[in-house]
Structures are given as structure tokens and as C-alpha cells.
Nanobody
Framework: QVQLVESGGGLVQPGGSLRLSCAVSGRTLSTSTVGWFRQAPGKEREFVGARRSNNALYYGDFVKGRFTVSRDNGKNTLYLQMNSLTPEDTAVYYC????????????????????WGQGTQVTVSS
């Protein structure tokens, strides 16, 4: 059974930083495509970033170099480092793992991922 447990969300001021963590059990991250998505109230789930097993990285257009997806293979944990946060980044953030190896055009879709974390709230406000 695959489980993803997220942590690290919270309230941060505009311009601040947060690092989200996603501890995974039941699936080896080093051989998986992993991703982060977010969903703001009244909006659809949005692709944030993904990392393939070969370490290729993909990001949503809005990221503009502010976010980084990384993983610690020894801890089997996925991270999302977020810098220069703005109120528009306020959302529930979800980590996800794909069972296969989706191509680049597909890994930006939520449907490419089989297992999801419970979500963690990020609020950017002064």
C-alpha cells in the first residue's frame, strides 16, 4: 500500500519561503515520477512541478524559477522548496507519485498520478 504524508504548510508573509515535505512509503521515489500540484478555492487542480527518476525537472509556467522539486532517496521523501511567495500562491498543495513513467506532455496532468498525499494548506498573507 502506497502512502504519502505531507507536512510543512502554514502561513507565510509575501516574499517569504516554505519547504513542503512528502514522506512516501510503499513506493521507491528514486525509480518513480513524482509531482506537486495545488488547488485554490474555486479553481481546478494546477500542476506545480515534477521530477522524473532520471532527475529531469518540469515546472508550471507560473513558477518562474521560484520553486524547486527535490527528493532525498535515503529518506524516500519528496520536497517542494518555495521562494518569493505571493498571495496568488495560496492553495492546498498535494504531492503525488505515478506508477508508470508518463511522457512530458502527460506528467503535467493530475490523471497521470496514481497516489496522492492528503494535501497541506499554504497561505501567503501579510
Amino acid at each position: 500500500q502506497v502512502q504519502l504524508v505531507e507536512s510543512g504548510g502554514g502561513l507565510v508573509q509575501p516574499g517569504g519561503s516554505l519547504r513542503l515535505s512528502c514522506a512516501v512509503s510503499g513506493r521507491t521515489l528514486s525509480t518513480s515520477t513524482v509531482g506537486w500540484f495545488r488547488q485554490a478555492p474555486g479553481k481546478e487542480r494546477e500542476f506545480v512541478g515534477a521530477r522524473r527518476s532520471n532527475n529531469a525537472l518540469y515546472y508550471g509556467d507560473f513558477v518562474k524559477g521560484r520553486f524547486t522539486v527535490s527528493r532525498d532517496n535515503g529518506k524516500n521523501t519528496l520536497y517542494l522548496q518555495m521562494n518569493s511567495l505571493t498571495p496568488e500562491d495560496t492553495a492546498v498543495y498535494y504531492c503525488a507519485v505515478a506508477s508508470g513513467s508518463p511522457i512530458s506532455s502527460v506528467l503535467r496532468r493530475a490523471s497521470a498520478y496514481d497516489n496522492w498525499g492528503q494535501g497541506t494548506q499554504v497561505t501567503v498573507s501579510s
